[in-house]
């Protein structure tokens, strides 16, 4: 069983930054990611990290301001969000697993308990 805890997010303007962590309590799964779900709308994929190589993946809305990091040593990531706009409003969810896809929900186990970003204009 692997426990994910989430910790940042928050209230900010529009041009803003947050940070989000996420720590896991066992290294175990090969990707961690983000993922956001707006009120009505459905769970989408903002971010990825292949945990043993570093590689990254991105949605295309959050390309160029986000960035997903890892800390293999704390079995922590992070997402650095800058330029925030309100469309990036969301409950935000950390993620473990196979991700063989990495935007796609099923490949993932392991979900942190989410955290509430609100981005105002």
């Known amino acids: 069983l692997v426990q994910l805890v989430e910790s940042g997010g928050g209230a900010v303007q529009a041009g803003g930054s947050l940070e989000l962590s996420c720590a896991s309590s066992r290294n175990s799964e090969v990707y961690m990611a983000w993922f956001r779900q707006a009120p009505g709308k459905e769970r989408e994929g903002v971010a990825a990290?292949?945990?043993?190589?570093?590689?990254?993946y991105y949605g295309n809305s959050v390309k160029g301001r986000f960035t997903i990091s890892r800390d293999n040593a704390k079995n922590t990531i992070y997402l650095q969000m800058n330029n925030l706009k309100p469309e990036d409003t969301g409950t935000y969810f950390c993620?473990?697993?196979?991700?063989?896809?990495?935007?796609?929900?099923?490949?993932?186990?392991?979900w942190g308990q989410g955290l509430q970003v609100t981005v105002s204009s």
């Open positions: 990290i292949f945990i043993r190589s570093g590689s990254t």
């Open positions: 993620a473990a697993g196979d991700g063989f896809v990495w935007y796609e929900t099923r490949y993932y186990k392991y």
